[in-house]
């Protein structure tokens, strides 16, 4: 299963960005969404999650400015985030975790996005 996260790029602080994330392949269904961020110099975080039943948590940090959603019907992804500020920037990674056919049958997949670059600063 491949992921294609798109939507990064630069805005001012305050700004708002809304990132997209498509997954593609032999597709069962897809359990839990995620997007994580990872900072130059920092570990990789998770930042907002939303399971098949559309359950949503959120790092304390952008707990009121970011929205995950989710869209089933085409297997797809979004993080709307508002309010930015400079300590948002980074690089930004879907995560997707489920089940995908194969001629074995169903077989369990944990995919990443290849990052989309978001860049908060004046």
Do not use: H
């Amino acid at each position: 299963v491949q992921l294609q996260a798109s939507g990064g790029g630069l805005v001012q602080p305050g700004g708002s960005l809304r990132l997209s994330c498509a997954a593609s392949g032999r597709i069962f269904n897809i359990n839990i969404w995620g997007w994580y961020r990872q900072a130059p110099g920092k570990q990789r975080e998770l930042v907002a999650v939303v399971t098949s039943g559309g359950a949503t948590n959120y790092v304390d940090s952008v707990k009121g400015r970011f929205t995950i959603s989710r869209d089933n019907a085409k297997d797809a992804v979004y993080l709307e985030m508002n309010s930015l500020n400079p300590e948002d920037t980074a690089v930004y990674y879907c995560n997707a975790n489920g089940k995908r056919n194969s001629e074995f049958g169903r077989r369990d997949f944990d995919s990443w996005g290849q990052g989309t670059q978001v860049t908060v600063s004046s």
